[in-house]
């Protein structure tokens, strides 16, 4: 079911063609439009895509059509997933061609976990995944690149040892240094991609200056979405005095700043500590202003309040969806909260693009399902909403047309549920020594959470281990020895039986708010870290196939460049075999997905490891897949003091007996 792109240099352009039966084949172009590219380029990790018509037609001799008469709705994750006429289709024309252009993100910028959007985590985009930066010799100028690539005018500071939390993936670039004209942090110079002896621990975090006149921002507190309000003008920030403070006010701030409110809570004014000149005082407003400014105040440059006055908000980051009734988080009976209370939703027009609005306000990448009608229980009180038509592209499921509040024609038997697919991301270790140990915590509803013990054991541990890329769990603790979390997860007395993929598809009793825990609970996990490891796949038999090894949390190839059998003795040692009999080029086991982790790789006879082989860097490369190497390892196994011959005793993954 995997997708690639052919015919052109450029990895983001060029004809789709599917895998399927270890066999790569095309897609008939008849019925491939934009929205078909558009799926096609986000299972392979771009932005998006457009489908054009070239004068090039191939003779349907030339190539093995695998699916035919496909159609997309935009939304699917994968394209297998869009409809079609089923396998090995023998009724396309090739009528015409059609060649896929994705939108490559290349060098792009985000900065993740911060408290607003222009503070964060520094990740840059490349060869199709988001990865971090180490913050080896990183400097106030290196921070302003970034935040003037961003679009902001300048940086204010910069942090390290990963003060906005550890990212996952590649860390993909170490010792960068950039030059005043540069104007873009791929253009600095740096240690190469994916070179580095670093660990997510020494990701680097910039703050951005947001200096727009009348905007403004929260400092000083420790927790999301809380602290003392300033305002921008005249070049300078400064708080506003907190008389007469009160929810009007906050809620305007809290607006402005991307939030759907303020919390009726830890509002007004409190002591601070040290002293700040005010701009604003007495400050009214009516709560539908667009900006604090817009309100009614007492000038500028306020010379009567003190210290202890401060204005302080609290935000809501706004849950006005949930889901109920399912195995995991990831799945239930859809509910939106307004006017004080939950509902329900009726499943008259109900879709995909409805259901994908849905997982994505929930921070889930798409819908998997939709219109799980009886399955997640029927719900009671209000129902809500009906007819609810989406585009697909709304943040917020109110956003989409429907009648009215509470205008419905159905009743509790005919509301909707849906299922969600999560971001591969949104998991992380924290606190602990390494990136393989650390309190457990899952990104949701817009913040990282922590989970409760209640329950808990290294079932649950091997799940987590699993989902973030390691191959098991070596511990699992419950007593906060990582440290204790700030939010704690709506999530309780999980029971993963050890072989799911994700630890949100594991069954609970609890998936609301949990008032029996305390933070000293929080679970933590030791993971078994596979960095390095190699795999034979594709074989015929358990001693050959196409060389794969595993870095940054992935599988990947190594291109067949200047490849001996010195470097295949090397792998084949390194899995426990005695000897290489032959090596091949070309993807003689077929063609791997993903990355090409290794290029021009040299080994010499000290060597144990493949990882320690010189090479050009990790995912540093010229090639494609169609030059993944492979190798025949001798099936004697060498264990001091016997050899195994492969036949009943478990070892390294496979039966053998010693002799």
């Known amino acids: 079911g995997g997708v690639r792109l052919t015919g052109d240099p450029h990895p983001s352009k060029g004809r789709v063609e599917i895998y399927h039966n270890g066999t790569w084949g095309t897609v008939c172009p008849d019925s491939l439009g934009d929205a078909e590219a558009q799926v096609v ?11 054009s018509i ?12 695998w699916m035919d008469d496909v159609h997309c709705t935009g939304l699917e994750s994968r394209l297998q997933n869009c409809s079609s006429n089923g396998w090995d289709a023998q009724t396309c024309h090739l009528s015409q061609d059609v060649v896929i252009t994705c939108d490559d993100m290349e060098g792009q910028l985000r900065l993740a976990g911060g408290n607003n959007t222009h503070e964060g985590r520094v990740e840059i985009y490349h060869r199709g995944e988001w990865g971090t930066v180490c913050d080896d010799r990183w400097t106030l100028r290196e921070a302003i690149v970034v935040c003037q690539q961003l679009g902001y005018p300048t940086a204010i500071t910069y942090h390290y040892d990963a003060y906005y939390g550890r990212g996952v993936g590649p860390v993909w670039m170490h010792n960068v240094r950039c030059t005043k004209g540069q104007s873009r942090l791929e253009d600095c110079l740096h240690g190469g991609w994916g070179r580095h002896f670093c660990f997510h621990s020494k990701d680097v975090g910039v703050e951005c200056a947001n200096n727009i006149e009348g905007g403004v921002r929260l400092t000083g507190a420790f927790l999301p979405r809380q602290g003392y309000v300033e305002i921008y003008h005249n070049g300078e920030w400064r708080t506003v005095c907190g008389d007469g403070w009160g929810y009007q006010e906050a809620q305007v701030v809290c607006k402005e700043l991307g ?22 005082k007495d400050v009214q407003c009516t709560g539908h202003e667009s900006g604090l400014q817009e309100c009614s105040y007492n000038g500028w440059d306020v010379q009567n309040c003190d210290d202890s006055h401060d204005a302080t908000v609290s935000c809501d980051s706004g849950r006005t969806l949930r ?9 239930g009976r859809v509910e939106i909260y307004h006017n004080g209370l939950w509902g329900t939703i009726c499943d008259n027009n109900w879709n995909s ?18 219109n799980v009608k009886e399955v997640y229980g029927h719900g009671t009180g209000q129902i809500w909403m009906d007819n609810v038509n989406c585009t697909g592209q709304e943040t ?12 419905i024609v159905c009743n509790h038997r005919d509301v909707v549920g849906v299922q969600c697919e999560p971001h591969s991301n949104q998991m992380r270790l924290t606190g602990g020594n390494g990136d393989t140990d650390g309190r457990i915590e899952i990104f949701y509803f817009g913040e990282w959470q922590s989970i409760c013990s209640d329950s808990w054991d290294i079932r649950d541990a091997k799940v987590v281990c699993y989902q973030l890329g390691y191959s098991t769990a070596i511990n699992s603790s419950s007593k906060a020895i ?17 072989t799911e993929t994700e630890l949100l598809s594991c069954p609970s009793t609890r998936w609301n708010l949990t008032n029996n825990c305390h933070h000293s609970e929080d679970v933590g996990v030791q993971c078994n870290d596979t960095e390095g490891q190699l795999r034979l796949m594709g074989g015929r038999d358990i001693n050959e196939g196409r060389v794969e090894i595993y870095h940054s949390g992935e599988w990947g190839t190594v291109c067949h460049d200047i490849w001996t059998i010195g470097e295949a003795m090397v792998v084949c040692k390194q899995l426990g075999y005695s000897v290489a009999i032959k090596f091949h080029r070309k993807s003689f086991y077929g063609q791997g997905v993903g990355q090409i982790w290794m290029d021009n790789v040299r080994c010499k006879k000290k060597h144990s490891r493949l990882e320690d082989c ?12 169609s030059e993944d190497v492979g190798v025949e390892c001798g099936k004697t196994i060498f264990i001091n003091p016997c050899y195994c011959i492969v036949t009943n005793v478990l070892l390294y993954g496979t039966f053998g007996v010693c002799q």
């Open 41 to 51: 380029c986000m299972e392979l990790g771009y932005a998006g895509g457009k489908a």
């Open 54 to 65: 070239v004068n090039t037609v191939r003779s349907k001799d030339d190539v093995r059509i």
């Open 259 to 280: 939030y759907i409110g303020a919390n009726t809570n830890n509002l007004g004014f409190r002591n601070r500590q040290g002293t700040m000149r005010l701009w604003m």
């Open 323 to 331: 889901l109920v009734g399912g195995d995991g988080l990831t799945e």
């Open 353 to 370: 693009r409805n259901a994908h609005v849905v997982c994505r306000a929930l921070g889930y990448r798409t819908s998997i399902k939709h």
């Open 396 to 407: 917020q499921l109110d956003s989409c047309s429907f009648p009215a509040w509470g205008q």
């Open 482 to 498: 990582y440290g204790q979390g700030l939010r704690r997860l709506q999530i309780d007395n999980i029971t993963c039986t050890g």
């Open 614 to 625: 010189r090479h050009l860097g990790w995912g540093e490369h010229n090639c494609h897949h």
